[in-house]
Every structure is written in C-alpha cells, then in structure tokens.
C-alpha cells in the first residue's frame, strides 16, 4: 500500500498539516451524523513547506457543532490577513488519536477522505492521504477513477480507513 504521510508542527498558537486534495473520494458527503466526533482541531495553523523560499498556507479551523469550518489563506511573512471559506472538515475516530476525515470543499464537488493522527494535544497532525491502485479499489469496494478510490457507502471508506491505518501502525483499529 503506498500512502503519503505529511507532518507538521504548531505555528503560532497551533500547527496544521493539511493535505486536501486526497485519494480517496466520493461524490457526496458520507459520513453519517452518528458515527461524527467532536473536533479535535481549532485554532490557526501553518502548512510550512519545505523550500524557505514559498509561502507558507494558513488555515483557521473554526469548529461548529462536530464540524470545522475550514479557512486558508496563503503568506508569505507572519499572520495572515483575508481569511477565506476553504472546506469543511468532520472527524470519525478510527483508534487512540487517529481519525478518518472527511472533507468537503467550498464547491461541494469532489468529497475527500484522509487519515489524521493528533499529536501532542493538537500541537500536530499527521495526515496520510491513502493512495489507490486497481488492486485496492477493489479489495476496498470502491471505483477507480483516475488513481483515486471512489466510495459510495461510508462503511466502504470507513473499513478501508480501518485497514490503512491497520496496515500503518501494523496493529489493531477501533
């Protein structure tokens, strides 16, 4: 399986690492309220890159009710300014700090799911964004559509979370 781990720390009062565009997808939002957690993010947080020589992205977590309310904005020196709507975010826990996320961009037309651990209180996230190949869709039960795992049933996506994260820490998932 090949995933694509991505780790940042707090910046500022927090840190966020977060890789939207995923493999793993759907048409319509999936995640039923029941299964929804609280939030296990708020607050700003700096998607620094590697290269010195790019802005860092920004993102303001706004959480509303088990949501969050996703806003970005890129700097290139210090606080940013202009906030703008980016996504929602809603979190399903998978294990111990380990969540499946799904998230739904200002458009509403590609829904992307990922894996995110929670570190050191919400200091940093680790994201994984799970890649998809033919083999994999199907032992997954999804459609693959130009590299990407598309899902129709939240049980789908939710059991092949499991399985990634299983695959990962090579142990044992909620």
Do not use: H
Request: hydrophobic letters at 40%; glycine letters at 6%; one cysteine or more.
């Amino acid at each position: 399986m090949n995933l694509r781990l991505f780790s940042l720390r707090r910046a500022a009062p927090l840190a966020l690492a977060v890789v939207l565009g995923g493999c793993w997808e759907s048409t319509t939002p999936l995640m039923p309220a029941s299964v929804q957690d609280p939030s296990p993010i708020r607050g700003k947080y700096a998607s620094v890159p590697s290269d010195p020589a790019k802005p860092a992205s920004w993102y303001r977590a706004d959480v509303q009710g088990k949501s969050v309310k996703l806003y970005s904005r890129l700097s290139k020196d210090g606080e940013p300014e202009n906030w703008s709507f980016d996504r929602t975010m809603t979190f399903d826990a998978i294990a111990k700090d380990v969540y499946l996320v799904q998230s739904v961009p200002r458009d509403e037309k590609t829904i992307n799911y990922l894996l995110m651990r929670v570190r050191d209180k919400g200091r940093e996230l680790v994201v994984v964004t799970p890649s998809c190949n033919e083999a994999q869709a199907r032992a997954y039960g999804a459609t693959l559509r130009s590299n990407n795992c598309v899902f129709g049933k939240y049980d789908t996506v939710a059991k092949a979370a499991r399985r990634a994260y299983a695959t990962v820490e090579g142990g044992d998932a909620a």
